[in-house]
């Protein structure tokens, strides 16, 4: 059974940073797609970051120079690491898989974790 496990959420001022990771299990890591949407309640999730096969990195305009991804395949990890974070990226985050393939549309994954809350005070 796949399983997609994010940790690292928490609560942190505005201008701290935190590190979100995603731990894969029974699936070929190497071969899909990752991506990390935030979702806040009402809304749908929106898409922040996602990294290809290849390692080529994809960033939502809201975030592009204060967040970066990355991936391990060795661990079947892909991590977030979230600097100069702002009341705004108040959200549950969340990881996706997609098989081949990237994707920035939350509509077309094959597999999802379940969330971790961030939290950024003023």
């Known amino acids: 059974q796949v399983q997609l496990v994010e940790s690292g959420g928490g609560l942190v001022q505005a201008g701290g940073s935190l590190r979100l990771s995603c731990a894969a299990s029974?699936?070929?890591?190497?071969?899909?797609?990752m991506s990390w949407f935030r979702q806040t309640p009402g809304n749908e999730p929106e898409f922040v970051a996602a990294?290809?096969?290849?390692?080529?990195?994809y960033y939502a305009d809201s975030v592009k120079g204060r967040f970066t991804i990355s991936r391990d395949n060795t661990k079947n990890t892909v991590q977030l690491q979230m600097n100069s974070l702002k009341p705004e990226d108040t959200a549950v985050y969340s990881c996706?898989?997609?098989?081949?393939?990237?994707?920035?549309?939350?509509?077309?994954?094959?597999?999802w974790g379940q969330g971790t809350q961030v939290t950024v005070s003023s």
């Open positions: 996706a898989a997609r098989l081949h393939r990237y994707s920035v549309d939350y509509r077309s994954f094959d597999f």
């Open positions: 029974e699936l070929t890591f190497s071969s899909y797609g």
């Open positions: 990294i290809s096969v290849g390692a080529t990195p």
